[in-house]
């Protein structure tokens, strides 16, 4: 082992980092845009609307991502239509098959966090959004997704971390991100270790800053909710928190 | 029905090694996972923050850089260690990985499920005179899986997924099974499409058998 090497192969995976940031980030974005009618969709009663979904969550969280991203990669070439299309000049680039693979397999995650926070949302709230006479787009926009959000965002926080490696996969179809260049350097230098850690504190780095990120903006969103804890006696605040606001029977159906 | 062109039994045969090495990473980590969990709770310092680091690190890296390290690392810590070349088979290379990342985040499932016993069943354990094993083996275990369960779930699933990753580095799974045929027969539409089904069979396959499991933990437990 030597530990000098590591340190000198971190610039020359840093073209290879930019990479993976680029991957991640537009696949978070394009994945956030995808789940968020997905997921309100799945929570709708509408056999129509729900079991769609149901069947993309299904299949997406049900197969390895590798075998997503091959399908694309390798799989889409093969029909014709698709070949002749104008859809072919973005499919047979490594990268625009990677984005699509990422982006629908991480929506897919997204979807269901965040079902997980809609279904979440106190039904007392709704219920007095719609006595207050909002309508479905309004009371979703203003009350609903709001809180959904809130509360998603822990778990949300987690597949982001799993979003950001899972672009490691875009090795395997040829893209030079942090992984690829990684295995590109090893074979040229033939030192596996020096290379890989390198590799993996680049990633461990990245994946801290996105936690610590999230743990500040869940702070952050939560802080209407902590102003009673700064009396010092929490206990007590907890008790006048509860007189303050009752919580009526049948109000909490979950 | 897709044309598998004489590799259905190919394609059989990746599917049963993807079940090994599943399984094996499996038993392992789940034994990975309960020496975390009690590391976790070690009264030593030392023992407690090299737990915390394993599991920080491991789940702050991808799994294929993992794989990657331990199977070429590994062959040049070996090679090193023997003083010739020796040759890591991909299917233990491949289990030790995966183990090493199923123990990981078997640890926090772990020590979640440990926290919701309530702490004074392990107090009066230890007012009675209990040893610490004796508080492991008759407090502690019998009650964690009911809570470790639906995390030890969706982690099942993971694994089962997670080893087509196994494939990049040559293990003769499902998934480099479909890549040969694909590659030798021109078809890689077919045989990338029957892997996914066949891996979602055993998903779905074990999302029934686990919700049987967790309707058998709760047997003899009120429920509201």
Not at chain 1, 103 to 131: C, W
Not at chain 1, 176 to 197: C, D, H, N
Not at chain 2, 80 to 91: I, P, Q, R, T
Request: aromatic residues 10%; positive net charge.
């Amino acid at each position: 082992m030597n530990l000098s090497l590591i340190l000198d192969v971190l610039p020359l995976l840093a073209d290879g980092m930019i990479l993976t940031a680029k991957l991640t980030t537009v696949s978070i974005i394009l994945g956030a845009f995808i789940a968020l009618p997905l997921s309100l969709m799945r929570t709708s009663s509408t056999v129509f609307l729900f079991v769609p979904v149901l069947v993309y969550t299904f299949v997406f969280r049900g197969t390895p991502l590798l075998v997503q991203l091959f399908l694309v990669y390798y799989g889409a070439g093969q029909i014709d239509w698709i070949r002749s299309s104008a859809a072919w000049v973005i499919l047979r680039e490594p990268f625009w098959c990677a984005l699509i693979a990422f982006s629908l397999n991480h929506a897919a995650y997204t979807t269901e966090i965040l079902r997980g926070g809609i279904r979440a949302v106190p039904f007392g709230d709704v219920e007095a959004a719609k006595a207050l006479g909002m309508s479905y787009a309004l009371r979703t926009r203003r009350v609903v997704l709001p809180a959904a959000i809130r509360l998603a965002l822990p778990a949300y926080a987690n597949e982001v971390v799993l979003m950001l490696k899972a672009s490691s996969l875009a090795s395997t179809i040829t893209l030079m991100e942090l992984t690829g260049s990684a295995r590109k350097i090893v074979a040229q230098t033939f030192s596996p270790y020096e290379v890989f850690i390198s590799a993996a504190l680049i990633y461990l780095g990245i994946t801290l800053v996105i936690s610590h990120v999230f743990a500040k903006f869940e702070r952050h969103l939560a802080k209407h909710q902590q102003r009673n804890s700064q009396t010092g006696n929490s206990r007590l605040a907890e008790m006048t928190a509860t007189i303050r606001r009752p919580r009526l029977p049948g109000s909490v159906s979950r | 029905m897709m044309n598998m062109q004489g590799f259905a039994d190919q394609i059989a045969i990746g599917a049963l090694t993807t079940l090994q090495t599943a399984g094996a990473s499996l038993v392992l980590g789940i034994g990975l996972g309960l020496c975390g969990a009690a590391a976790k709770r070690a009264s030593s310092r030392a023992i407690r923050s090299f737990a915390g680091a394993y599991t920080t690190i491991v789940r702050g890296v991808p799994e294929l850089l993992i794989i990657l390290i331990l199977y070429f690392g590994g062959t040049a810590a070996l090679s090193a260690l023997f003083g010739h070349y020796v040759e890591v088979d991909a299917f233990s290379a491949g289990v030790f990985a995966l183990t090493i990342v199923f123990g990981a985040y078997a640890t926090e499932v772990f020590r979640a499920a440990i926290q919701s016993i309530p702490a004074g069943q392990i107090e009066a354990a230890r007012a009675l005179g209990l040893s610490r094993i004796s508080i492991w083996l008759l407090i502690i275990l019998p009650q964690m899986w009911r809570y470790a369960l639906p995390g030890l779930g969706n982690l099942w699933l993971t694994l089962l997924k997670d080893t087509a990753l196994i494939s990049v580095v040559g293990l003769d799974d499902l998934m480099r099974k479909a890549s040969l045929a694909a590659g030798v027969t021109h078809d890689p539409l077919t045989f990338y499409s029957a892997a996914a089904f066949v891996y979602l069979l055993f998903t779905s396959i074990s999302l029934v058998a686990l919700a049987a499991l967790e309707r058998r933990s709760y047997r003899g437990l009120r429920t509201a």
